[in-house]
């Protein structure tokens, strides 16, 4: 693989990992726009543990999974009593004061950022994105996935079925926060560097993007729409400053022409092999009777 | 001692404001009836249902379920006492299939973590499922479990709402306007489908406008007007009552109050 290459492959893994958090809540029909605060908290927390406390990557990385579910666990009560666009805004509002607290501290290096020792490869992202992809599928297809598509279509009426909405809203934010945490320390340990800006409002609206565009009805979302926002960025580098312009319109059709999303549960089942291979049979028939 | 009825409504009170809908309302549904409760619109049956099923808090009075006070519980652990209702207007969740918008139906079922975790969306011939689609077969909805719900014709749609209602195993079920917006062939299936149900010792409560509905379904009736309970009785002596008749029935309003009914 050539260095262009792994590193395209590379964000594209960490970016994935980071679609995937923001689409579990999305998924039960909340949405964060505070993304970029919990990656920043995964990264530092990764950073810390490892040029600080000198702690091997197999420590770092759980350990800053651990303190960002607990983050998302926490930050779940005070926003879980907002809805809409307030709680867009609450989310934002979280990942605000993490990056100006980052900014500000001498203990995480302020500006300047922190060096990370220890490197993880690309093979190792890799694995991570492929293991939480196929987890966000599982998880997706159990009763709780049920639950949480049932909240983001109907609270009360989930409610009357027997489903303890809050419950599902704050376990949701917290896998979030694990996978953002993920996300972030694996940034930290493949780019061997961290900086408060990084991790800006930008990057949160760009995570959001993937997902909504991606679409929040099934697992496939988030891959479809990590592929998109990586790489159509690459693929319009041609066009110099215009691919900007370019990218920008293109979401705008995106979402003029498929609001729900580009991947909607009814695409997932008109493209299935079942359905497929039913479908041929009937044209086929039609052909026979013609 | 006469048996504890199914459901048992207390003197109770709501109020919206200076509005009161429940004004001292109080009936028993004896355990194993198929109760109609009617009335004209906004007379409070819908209300009613909210009261019972938890949706809103009740201002006085008692609600008890087999004997169990429940009125005190929240409405998520209703559904877990035998309490399961359906809605006016069709309140499935329009991005889950039916199949999907049925097995959500048995969620208080699937109490253990092994339940919670099995991929159901997954399992085609599994055991949620199966149950699931024998419902579906037995109310005689005959569409691909796996289509959304939203392209589907609205009398299949509010029986899909009656089968996910049922899907929880409730010992009382209770429908707002299951008939409204059916075909007279669909209106007679649904009513020997509820019959078959209730032989099994199901009780039912069911709001409902369409009175040769009420009256091929239900052996008792009550009467809701303007919050208040203006009769308790067998079906057949509805028609004759004073009160009902001035209120509701045997006056040019039964039809407006079909024909809201039916829009709403
Ligand atoms: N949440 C609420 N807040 C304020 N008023 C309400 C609320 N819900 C219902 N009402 C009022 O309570 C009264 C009873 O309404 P309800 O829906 O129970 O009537 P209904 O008997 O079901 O009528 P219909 O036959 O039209 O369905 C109406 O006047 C309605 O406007
Ligand atoms: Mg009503």
Request: with cysteine; proline share 4%.
């Amino acid at each position: 693989m050539s260095g262009y290459m792994a590193g395209i492959v590379a964000i594209l893994c960490i970016n994935l990992i980071f679609a995937y958090a923001i689409f579990v809540t999305a998924a039960a029909g909340q949405l964060n726009l505070g993304g970029a605060g919990f990656q920043a908290i995964g990264a530092y927390a990764a950073a810390y543990a490892s040029s600080v406390l000198m702690q091997p990557v197999w420590i770092t990385i759980p350990a800053a999974m651990a303190i960002t579910a607990l983050v998302g666990f926490l930050i779940s009560f005070p926003v879980l009593r907002t809805r809409g666009v307030y709680m867009v805004l609450a989310t934002f509002a979280f990942a605000e004061v993490v990056a100006g607290f980052l900014l500000r501290s001498t203990t995480f290096g302020g500006a300047i950022g922190m060096v990370v020792p220890d490197h993880v490869g690309v093979p190792v992202l890799i694995a991570c994105a492929v293991g939480v992809t196929l987890l966000v599928f599982y998880l997706m297809a159990t009763r709780v996935g049920l639950a949480m598509r049932a909240i983001h279509d109907d609270e009360p009426v989930s409610t009357i079925m027997g489903v303890n909405v809050r419950a599902v809203q704050v376990a949701t934010f917290t896998l979030a926060g694990a996978l953002a945490g993920l996300s972030g320390a694996l940034y930290a340990h493949h780019f061997s560097f961290v900086e408060a800006q990084y991790f800006n409002a930008l990057l949160s609206i760009y995570v959001l993007l993937f997902v909504l565009i991606g679409g929040t009805q099934t697992a496939w979302g988030p891959l479809v729409g990590s592929l998109f926002f990586t790489l159509i960025p690459e693929l319009l580098r041609v066009g110099g400053s215009w691919r900007y312009v370019v990218f920008g319109v293109a979401i705008v059709l995106m979402m003029a022409i498929r609001p729900e999303g580009i991947v909607t549960r009814q695409l997932v089942a008109r493209l299935s092999p079942r359905n497929w291979l039913t479908r041929r049979k009937t044209v086929l028939g039609e052909r026979h009777a013609g | 001692m006469p048996a504890e009825p199914m459901l048992r409504v207390s003197h109770v009170v709501k109020r919206f404001g200076g509005l009161t809908v429940a004004d001292d309302v109080s009936f028993d549904v004896p355990r194993g009836a198929k109760m109609a409760l009617i009335g004209p619109n906004g007379a409070g049956k819908t209300t009613m249902f909210n009261l019972i099923s938890g949706v809103y808090p009740i201002d006085g009075g008692e609600i008890s379920l087999d004997g169990q006070v429940i009125d005190a519980l929240p409405a998520r652990k209703r559904i877990g006492v035998g309490l399961s209702r359906s809605f006016q207007n069709i309140r499935l969740m329009p991005h889950l299939t039916v199949i999907e918008n049925v097995m959500l139906g048995q969620h208080v079922q699937a109490t253990s973590l092994a339940s919670l975790l099995a991929p159901v969306g997954w399992q085609r011939g599994g055991r949620w499922r199966r149950m699931a689609e024998e419902r579906l077969r037995q109310a005689g909805i005959d569409v691909d479990p796996d289509s959304a719900v939203s392209g589907l014709p609205y009398g299949v749609r509010k029986k899909i709402e009656v089968v996910r209602a049922l899907m929880s195993g409730p010992r009382l079920l209770m429908l707002d306007e299951p008939a409204a917006g059916l075909n007279p062939r669909e209106t007679a299936e649904l009513s020997a489908f509820l019959k078959g149900i209730a032989e099994d010792g199901l009780t039912l409560l069911v709001v409902e406008h369409d009175m040769s509905f009420v009256h091929d379904l239900c052996e008792q009736t009550v009467v809701l007007n303007f919050g208040r309970l203006i009769y308790d009785g067998p079906t057949k002596g509805v028609q004759d009552d004073e009160a009902v008749r001035e209120a509701y029935l045997g006056t040019r309003r039964v039809a407006t109050a079909e024909g809201a009914g039916r829009a709403a």
